[in-house]
């Protein structure tokens, strides 16, 4: 019994992690996604008659938005495997090597959380008999570190890229379908801005800011990197 219990609150716990980096990752891609394509667009329809010109300028922006944004995520995923392998190399290089010290900092441990002298010894021996369950606690306890998946780079670079995507195509898609491009930047910007409100407002939820708040912030962040390339381009153009 005790055994099914400690599986189901581990495969709750990993359930748990994989659905916060997803959101994270969702978060990065999309914050990314709906600003800068956005701010291009509003630029460019300052600037140029055409359409056509536009959507082919924020497509290429987003194919290349994607994937840098997609590798930066590859890469902050990788090192954060890296460094856990080096960790816990480390951990058992000192725990062959350096037992002594290790032992007294797994006392230290227990002693943190309230054992009595005689629990630590008793808990630490007991802890210290199996190397490998002894490594993952020292990672896991005095180190703060969990277990990376070993297919988080991957995943979230899919995840950032696609959200960058999906984002991206919320400001551009009006050029699609309005031929002036002013008329579609008023398009653009209507359907744009309510997205931003929307995201800003679950992404405040997410990390504990007043909703409210951080909708007008993340919306009027969007607005004014619109506003700014747009004034630009109608200040070099003119």
């Known amino acids: 019994m005790d055994t099914h219990l400690h599986h189901d609150t581990h495969v709750h716990h990993e359930e748990h992690l994989e659905s916060s980096d997803f959101l994270r990752d969702v978060v990065i891609g999309m914050s990314d996604g709906l600003t800068v394509p956005f701010a291009l667009a509003a630029g460019l329809s300052g600037a140029v008659d055409t359409t056509s010109i536009i959507v082919i300028a924020g497509l290429a922006e987003i194919a290349a938005g994607s994937i840098a944004m997609g590798l930066g995520g590859y890469l902050a995923g990788k090192t954060e495997q890296d460094h856990y392998n080096s960790e816990l190399k480390r951990e058992y290089y000192e725990v062959d090597n350096l037992r002594h010290r290790e032992i007294e900092e797994t006392k230290e441990f227990f002693a943190s959380i309230g054992l009595s002298e005689d629990l630590q010894e008793r808990a630490t021996a007991e802890l210290a008999q199996d190397k490998d369950k002894w490594v993952d606690f020292m990672m896991k306890y005095e180190l703060g570190l969990e277990r990376p998946d070993p ?7 899919f995840n950032i890229g696609a959200s960058y995507v999906a984002g991206g195509l919320v400001p551009l898609s009006p050029y699609f379908f309005v031929h002036s491009p ?3 930047l008023e398009v653009s910007a209507g359907v744009t801005l309510v997205c931003l409100f929307i995201f800003g407002w679950f992404k405040s939820k997410m990390t504990g800011i007043q909703p409210l708040n951080g909708a007008f912030r993340v919306m009027l962040i969007g ?4 506003a700014a390339a747009f004034g630009l381009a109608k200040l070099l153009g003119g």
């Open 182 to 184: 002013l008329a579609a």
């Open 223 to 226: 607005a004014f990197a619109a």
């Open 151 to 157: 297919k988080r780079a991957r995943k979230s670079a």
